[in-house]
């Protein structure tokens, strides 16, 4: 039996299921500390949400210049563009202030510099043993001195540095620089100032590397300005001290540490608060410091390197203050004022709708603006189209209602003198039947008013146009069957396609129906008895055309466009259909179709000569036909769903 080495044993289980506890707690509480870190930011988030909510937002708005902004479309856009371009010129100026990079470059050079100063005139520096000057050169250095005598041994031994001896070390090594050194002795006493001693001003140059450059006034005032703005915002690890006299340069802490071996660097600042970086540095020789080399640049030499530098920044500002201002007033001169201008004319048209033809239609613009207009201009047309079709249509209502009324107020008048009850009877029916009429002009007229308020809210599918036609045509065939006298015969032709999807639209299938129920309806109360009334469906490139041709007397081809008008008949008054019929369905049927994006005409059919026409076998008819007319076709047009359309 084999051993099963890789199996731990009791001790090691146990220590494995204490340490598995523990990294299990340790993740817990890892996790839980996780949660609560982010508990605690989400309720700061949420605190300092509600507090600018509650406190900042409310005094915010409560300021003149927030009030100002918000005021109008065109003072949020100016606001908005001046923000911008404040907070991006506020971010470039804090990046060019912080020029440390300068500064650690200037200061590294002036460091060089002083230590090779400070060695080249340690290496001329003369030896003096008890007052005797060992280069006979130094006898004649200064006349009339005497020398000086010291008790120790040590102190017997000195370097003595003379300005004649260090004025040409300096000349040679600061010739093409323009720093300004000043040797100092340990008791505060400038030996050398090159600003004296060679001549040299103490001011930067004007302009330009070699200071040849005459600086305008202007320049000068802007200079002192950003010298003045960047000094506020300097950053420097340097120290920083105001500018001293030249005979208290030994007051600087870096100085007097100079005077110990020490290297030290310093930042000073004038009155005009230019900025001069200053570099003291020992002279040293046989464990010897006798003075020191203090090395400042000219006040104004960073200001000057840093102005040339971003003078083209404050050009390129000056520009993008200038291209702002001008957008800004292109904005809202474009889009401020139209806005406001056609704000007015709305306001004026709320008081008077007669004014809609003062508002705006701005021809001349292609962009939001202008189609906006135009839009506005065109809606508030269609409104004004409403208007009128409504008061046209109560005036209509009310004279077609006064008809009925007064037929059988006067039938009602005209029972006190029948004096048969035969007579009687009659003006009975009469007074039911014009209140028959009544009734259905109500209804009808009840159903035209809902119409426009259900073709905006319903909701459109696709339909398919032969299958809707189809069944139509087969509900008219069964009730012209089952009637008394010849019936009308329905002809259903239907061109045949390469997809069912051809006859398909996009609309409702009960308006559709009822467009096509009150057409074929029309067609059949105005042919004779035996006479075919024809439906074809066909397709025309993007539209689907059903046509319904009838054999009738026709439409004078004045009135074609009148049939769709609202309570036109032309039925004789001898029609036993009148009373049936309110003169809305066509009116109907045009608002619904044009309410699916279509088109519904009324055309006669010109006869075919030897043609028999039908319609001479009824009085009626035969008495109203129009010469060279066959029948009546209404032709519907509607849009055929594509892919696109959905």
């Known amino acids: 039996m084999a ?6 044993s009791a001790p090691q289980l146990n220590t494995m299921t204490v340490r598995a506890k523990a990294l299990s707690t340790t993740a817990r509480s890892r996790v839980h500390e996780q949660w609560q870190a982010t508990a605690g930011i989400r309720h700061s988030i949420t605190r300092w949400t509600r507090r600018f909510g509650t406190k900042i937002l409310p005094w915010a708005r409560a300021q003149p210049i927030w009030r100002w902004c918000t005021a109008s479309l065109r003072n949020r856009i100016i606001a908005a563009n001046f923000i911008g371009l404040g907070i991006l010129l506020s971010g470039l100026t804090l990046l060019t202030v912080q020029h440390t990079w300068l500064i650690d470059a200037r200061t590294e050079s002036l460091r060089t510099q002083a230590r090779m100063i400070a060695v080249a005139i340690a290496s001329n520096a003369k030896l003096r043993t008890d007052g005797l000057v060992i280069d006979p050169d130094q006898l004649t250095a200064k006349d009339g001195a005497f020398p000086q005598f010291h008790d120790d041994s040590l102190s017997r031994l000195a370097f003595d540095i003379a300005p004649e001896q260090v004025a040409p070390v300096l000349r040679r090594l600061i010739q093409n620089n323009d720093v300004r050194v000043r040797i100092v002795r340990r008791d505060g006493r400038i030996l050398v100032d090159s600003n004296t001693s060679f001549g040299r001003s103490n001011a930067a140059p004007a302009n330009g590397a070699n200071g040849n450059d005459i600086e305008s006034i202007t320049d000068t005032r802007l200079r002192s300005l950003w010298t003045k703005f960047v000094a506020y915002f300097m950053r420097s690890s340097l120290q920083i001290y105001r500018e001293l006299p030249s005979s208290a340069v030994l ?7 100079s005077m110990k071996g020490n290297l030290g660097s310093m930042m000073l600042l004038n009155n005009e608060g230019e900025q001069i970086i200053g570099v003291a540095a020992p002279i040293q020789r046989l464990n010897t410091i006798p003075a020191s080399v203090f090395l400042t640049t000219r006040p104004g030499d960073l200001e000057s390197i840093l102005w040339r530098e971003r003078r083209p920044f404050f050009v390129l500002s000056l520009l993008a203050l200038i291209a702002t201002g001008l957008a800004s007033w292109l904005l809202a001169r474009t889009i401020g004022g139209p806005m406001h201008q056609l704000s007015r004319a709305a306001e004026h048209v709320s008081r008077n709708i ?9 021809p001349d613009r292609r962009d939001e603006i202008g189609v906006m207009a135009r839009n506005f201009s065109t809606m508030t047309a269609a409104l004004y189209r409403r208007i009128e079709a409504s008061d046209r249509f109560a005036q209509d209502v009310a004279h ?17 003198y029948a004096k048969t009850p ?6 009975v029916r009469q007074i039911q039947g014009e209140l028959k009429r009544l009734n259905r002009l109500i209804s009808d007229v009840a159903n035209a008013s809902r119409l426009d308020a259900e073709l905006a809210l319903q909701e459109t599918e696709p339909v398919d146009l032969s299958t809707i036609t189809t069944n139509i045509a087969g509900v008219f065939r069964d009730i012209q069957n089952g009637q008394d006298g010849p019936p009308c015969k329905i002809e259903l032709k239907i061109a045949p396609t390469t997809t069912r999807t051809d006859y398909r639209v996009d609309g409702n299938e009960g308006r559709i129906g009822q467009v096509i129920t009150n057409l074929l309806d029309n067609a059949i109360s105005f042919s004779p008895g035996e006479a075919t009334v024809t439906l074809t469906l066909d397709h025309d490139g993007p539209d689907v055309v059903l046509t319904i041709d009838d054999e009738g007397p026709g439409i004078p081809p004045n009135k074609l466009e009148d049939v769709f008008k609202r309570f036109y008949s032309d039925r004789p008054q001898s029609d036993n259909k009148r009373g049936k019929n309110s003169g809305l369905g066509l009116s109907i049927s045009r608002e619904i179709i044009e309410a699916h994006g279509g088109v519904i005409r009324a055309q006669n059919i010109k006869a075919i000569p030897g043609q028999e026409i039908g319609v001479h076998d009824v009085p009626e008819l035969a008495e109203r036909r129009i010469e060279g007319v066959a029948g009546v076709r209404f032709e519907i047009r509607l849009p055929r769903l594509t892919v696109q359309s959905r």
């Open 3 to 8: 051993l099963d080495t890789d199996r731990p």
């Open 354 to 362: 007669s004014n809609s033809r003062e508002l705006p239609e701005m």
């Open 400 to 416: 077609e209602l006064k008809n009925p009324v007064a037929a059988a107020r006067s039938t009602a008048e005209s029972l006190g």
């Open 422 to 427: 035969e007579k009687r009877d009659e003006l």
């Open 251 to 257: 007051g600087y802490p870096e100085v007097q540490d």
